[in-house]
């Protein structure tokens, strides 16, 4: 077996390798056999025909269509181990180039290769945005207004009211032809007051105050002009009477930020522990948020500095994996991939170019440069946070309504182990990535000495196996 | 009464003649119904330019068999005479042996 290799542009590489006459010959005379047991030559049991009948009845053609087929299967690792290659995703055959001597060539795809660049110098400021007391007391107050009890009252509309009004609006002087209606006549109703701080008063902003003073049965037009910039195009500077027949009004009557409110939410006891409660819930939200941010720009930095070759092969993978994500999400929406590239109007081929296509570069990086950065940090997983983590997710699990534990089988608990295990592996590597770009000294991390063998138990062998998969 | 050249009908290539002519040196052909050893033995050395040491013949007999779509009805299919011929070890016939 003679073999050369032929590097591409890539991250390919072309193999061509000869073959030996005699181990063609072995081959061809499995092949014969194997088209006699698949066919039927009569005067013959399958199988049991000899290599010259089957050549007069096939023809040489066929046969060496067969061996060339079976040599490949058995051939091609070792033809891998002697060009001496570790290819990133299944190869093929280019071109069989003579066939006496065998002579093929292959094209394989490399695993990809990752330099990491100078990582350890790269630096960024870790801020977490703090949490505070407006963002706090804003929370409190809407849970105060969701919790807030409504009381049917005989007066005119106050600031702070629940007011519940028969709503129309149609165009002032509508075009020719034009449908004049812009909200068809319907029940609506409005916390006066309480939309004008988020900015999501509708139809129009201010519109609520316009209700003040109105009392039960009360009519009301009202003329508004929309803004030039108005986020619906079609509304865009035109002008619209909305006519109110204001139903009823109730007073909404807030409880008191105190203790008592605390405890009728039952995980409470003081309002102090409410207050601190949300305070911890908002800052973990908006520390997720800039992690999120963070981690982006970091490994855009780190990208910078490391060079990453990946086959084109890899990079379809990933391709196919966000889109189907994007299917299954859809598909939880009732939608086909072809109708939600109609309803954003694209066609398939831009949707893949400008928005799968990037986002898959992004993700391969992002992956392929944690990986590495796990193998150049010498990332380990103790077997304690291993099944601390696994029989975590496992008990997470079973407590979601619709849980079936008749469903769990192996390969759902392996599943779910890997996750857990891969997930643990992430958060670890991007700790130590936060540290680093920090500046803060470097800690040898006191599970790194530990072997990573795991006692088998029931859940320690699969997180075993999960975690050789995830180190991969 | 035939002629060496039409005594001969075809060779019969089965998984026993194959193994009748690759030890035994025994090649197997159907041959007309009128032919006897000693026709056998002239054609076929006339005609493979081989030495025939023995001749072996057997009617084989017509078998009832049933028609493949109509099951029904019962069919025969033809009987053949069948010569089994010896030839000297040195000697081969191609024919029973792939392309030639």
């Known amino acids: 077996m003679k073999i050369e290799t032929q590097p591409r542009e890539d991250h390919q590489v072309k193999i061509v390798a000869e073959f030996d006459a005699e181990i063609m010959e072995g081959f061809k005379r499995r092949a014969a056999r194997k088209i006699s047991q698949e066919t039927k030559i009569p005067g013959f049991r399958p199988g049991k025909a000899p290599y010259d009948i089957v050549r007069r009845m096939y023809g040489d053609d066929a046969i060496e269509k067969q061996a060339v087929e079976l040599l490949i299967d058995e051939q091609y690792g070792k033809i891998l181990d002697a060009a001496e290659i570790k290819p990133g995703a299944p190869g093929s055959l280019e071109e069989i180039i003579s066939t006496d001597p065998l002579k093929l060539s292959f094209i394989v795809p490399l695993a990809p290769e990752v330099t990491l660049g100078d990582y350890q110098s790269v630096r960024k400021p870790y801020e977490a945005p703090a949490v505070s007391d407006d963002q706090v007391s804003e929370y409190l107050r809407r849970m105060q207004t969701s919790y807030a009890t409504a009381e049917p009252v005989e007066r005119a509309a106050e600031k702070g009211d629940l007011v519940y009004y028969m709503l129309s609006g149609r165009l002032a002087n509508p075009a020719e032809g034009e449908d004049a209606e812009v909200i068809k006549d319907g029940p609506a109703q409005t916390v006066i007051g309480e939309d004008t701080v988020s900015d999501k ?272 | 009464m035939s002629t060496i050249y039409d005594v001969l009908r075809r060779p019969l290539v089965t998984e026993k003649s194959n193994f009748q002519a690759n030890r035994l040196h025994q090649y197997v052909f159907e041959v007309a119904v009128d032919a006897n050893r000693t026709l056998i033995k002239d054609a076929v050395e006339t005609l493979f330019d081989v030495t025939v040491l023995r001749v072996n013949v057997i009617n084989v007999t017509p078998k009832r068999t049933r028609r493949a779509r109509s099951r029904r009805l019962a069919i025969r299919n033809a009987g053949y005479k069948k010569a089994i011929v010896t030839l000297a070890p040195e000697d081969r016939i191609a024919i029973f042996e792939g392309v030639e």
Do not use: C
């Not at chain 1, 605390?262 to 908006?286: I, M, P, R, Y």
């Not at chain 1, 855009?300 to 990933?318: C, D, H, M, S, W």
């Not at chain 1, 696994?390 to 619709?402: A, D, H, I, K």
């Open chain 1, 201 to 472: 008063d509708w139809p129009f902003a201010g519109f609520s105050e316009q209700l003040i003073g109105m009392a039960a049965n009360d009519e009301k037009e009202i003329t508004h002009t929309y803004a030039e910039d108005d986020s619906d195009e079609k509304l865009r500077g035109r002008e619209v009477i909305f006519r109110i027949i204001v139903q009823s009004i109730k007073a909404l009557h807030l409880p008191e930020l105190d203790d008592e409110f605390a405890q009728s939410l039952g995980e409470f006891t003081t309002f102090a522990e409410l207050k601190d409660s949300v305070a911890a819930q908002l800052g973990e939200n908006g520390r997720q948020e800039y992690d999120q941010k963070f981690f982006d720009e970091l490994f855009e930095l780190i990208a910078a500095g490391a060079t990453i070759k990946y086959p084109p092969q890899v990079l379809n993978e990933e391709k196919e994996h966000i889109l189907e994500h994007l299917k299954e999400d859809l598909s939880r929406n009732n939608l086909d991939l072809e109708t939600y590239l109609k309803l954003i109007n694209t066609t398939s081929e831009t949707f893949m170019a400008e928005q799968v296509a990037p986002a898959a570069v992004k993700r391969l990086t992002r992956s392929l440069l944690m990986e590495e950065l796990g193998k150049a940090e010498k990332i380990q997983l103790a077997d304690a946070d291993v099944n601390a983590a696994v029989n975590g997710s496992l008990r997470q699990l079973s407590t979601q309504p619709g849980f079936d534990p008749k469903k769990v089988n192996d390969r759902v608990v392996n599943a779910i182990a890997m996750d857990a295990v891969s997930r643990l592996y992430n958060q670890r590597i991007l700790s130590r990535l936060k540290s680093i770009a920090t500046g803060e000294p470097e800690s040898t991390p006191e599970v790194a000495a530990e072997t990573p063998e795991i006692e088998v138990t029931a859940a320690g062998g699969e997180a075993e196996a999960a975690e050789k998969e995830a180190a991969e």
